[in-house]
């Protein structure tokens, strides 16, 4: 039996009509949306089933709408596909997606994480709305030409590496005049450049009030030693004490994703199959970009 590694995926990854058809082929399912509607306190199933997309793409909605769905779909892997959560060995999850990856590993029970992503979500809505605010997705050029685009763009507005996703697709986040500062300087070079839809510059210092927060939701709950390793976003490494894991997803806020490493690291322990588990096929075209031929399997194709 391969080694496997199970991805999640984060903001982002949302789309209206996202868990309904994995529900009507799996009813089982549907007790995740079930459990969330009486911890969030409205209908989340109604608005990943059928939106509005304003209202599903809000940041204090689409966080706790993709962790749910995410679960609903490792419910259904597990049952059809129990091997592969058997041979899973390591995980990891996309920024928000880590958290779906912790209580997966046993880290965090199900209803804790959806109580934190949800404060988490509200909380970087709240930091963003103070803070106009982007961010920006730069592809096919190379880092060093990112980090200088990034560079002369900051002269109009703050503005930083935000993702390290894979090679050639590199995100920046800041101010807003910076952000589209950064869209004409990656153009002129030869790239390309897609502002994203989000409500602010997320893993980057504007998200500070947002932090603060996050530490105090997470002082509410019971964090435990995962069962099996999680890939920290803020480092590529993993921690196996719950007091560095609290302190490594507040820190989450404000840092960039490393996650080209975070794959990498995957590799060089003998991962040999990964499972994207959730909304979308991000993660499976990045790891594309990161290794060819590495098997990657999309569990919610809906």
Same mark, same amino acid.
């Given at each position: 039996?391969?080694?496997?590694?199970?991805?999640?995926?984060?903001?982002?990854?949302?789309?209206?009509?996202?868990?309904?058809?994995?529900?009507?082929?799996?009813?089982? /399912?549907?007790?995740?949306?079930?459990? /969330?509607?009486?911890?969030?306190?409205?209908?989340?199933?109604?608005?990943?089933?059928?939106?509005?997309?304003?209202?599903?793409?809000?940041?204090?909605?689409?966080?706790?709408?993709?962790?749910?769905?995410?679960?609903?779909?490792?419910?259904?892997?597990?049952?059809?596909?129990?091997?592969?959560?058997?041979?899973?060995?390591?995980?990891?999850?996309?920024?928000?997606?880590?958290?779906?990856?912790?209580?997966?590993?046993?880290?965090?029970?199900?209803?804790?994480?959806?109580?934190?992503?949800?404060?988490?979500?509200?909380?970087?809505?709240?930091?963003?709305? /103070?803070?106009?605010?982007?961010?920006?997705?730069?592809?096919?050029?190379?880092?060093?030409?990112?980090?200088?685009?990034?560079?002369? /763009?900051?002269?109009?507005?703050?503005?930083? *590496?935000?993702?390290?996703?894979?090679?050639?697709? *590199?995100?920046?986040?800041?101010?807003?005049?910076?952000?589209?500062?950064?869209?004409?300087?990656?153009?002129?070079?030869?790239?390309?450049?897609?502002?994203?839809?989000?409500?602010?510059?997320?893993?980057?210092?504007?998200?500070?009030?947002?932090?603060?927060?996050?530490?105090?939701?997470?002082?509410? *709950?019971?964090?435990?030693?995962?069962?099996?390793?999680?890939?920290?976003?803020?480092?590529?490494?993993?921690?196996?004490?719950?007091?560095? *894991?609290?302190?490594?997803?507040?820190?989450?806020?404000?840092?960039?994703?490393?996650?080209?490493?975070?794959?990498?690291?995957?590799?060089?322990?003998?991962?040999?199959?990964?499972?994207?588990?959730?909304?979308?096929?991000?993660?499976?075209?990045?790891?594309?970009?990161?290794?060819?031929?590495?098997?990657?399997?999309?569990?919610?194709?809906?």
């Amino acid at each position: 039996m391969s080694s496997t590694a199970f991805l999640f995926p984060g903001q982002g990854a949302q789309f209206v009509g996202m868990g309904r058809n994995l529900v009507e082929s799996f009813p089982p /399912a549907r007790k995740w949306y079930d459990q /969330a509607n009486d911890i969030v306190g409205y209908d989340l199933a109604q608005y990943c089933f059928e939106g509005p997309a304003e209202k599903l793409d809000a940041t204090d909605i689409s966080q706790p709408a993709i962790y749910v769905t995410s679960f609903a779909a490792l419910d259904q892997l597990r049952s059809q596909n129990p091997e592969a959560a058997e041979s899973c060995v390591i995980t990891a999850g996309l920024s928000l997606g880590e958290y779906t990856a912790l209580a997966f590993a046993g880290a965090m029970s199900f209803e804790d994480g959806l109580r934190v992503v949800q404060k988490r979500g509200q909380a970087m809505q709240s930091a963003a709305e /103070a803070n106009p605010s982007g961010m920006v997705s730069i592809l096919l050029l190379e880092l060093d030409q990112v980090e200088q685009i990034c560079q002369e /763009a900051s002269a109009v507005g703050m503005l930083t *590496i935000a993702n390290y996703l894979c090679p050639k697709n *590199i995100v920046l986040s800041g101010e807003t005049a910076a952000c589209q500062k950064a869209v004409e300087l990656a153009e002129a070079a030869g790239g390309r450049a897609i502002p994203l839809s989000v409500a602010g510059a997320f893993h980057t210092s504007l998200m500070k009030p947002a932090d603060e927060r996050l530490a105090e939701a997470l002082a509410n *709950i019971t964090l435990r030693n995962p069962e099996i390793p999680v890939v920290s976003n803020v480092d590529a490494d993993v921690h196996e004490s719950a007091r560095e *894991i609290h302190d490594l997803l507040v820190r989450q806020v404000v840092s960039p994703v490393l996650w080209e490493d975070s794959m990498r690291r995957m590799l060089d322990r003998g991962v040999e199959e990964f499972y994207e588990i959730g909304p979308g096929k991000v993660l499976r075209g990045l790891m594309k970009r990161i290794h060819r031929k590495i098997p990657v399997h999309s569990v919610l194709d809906d």
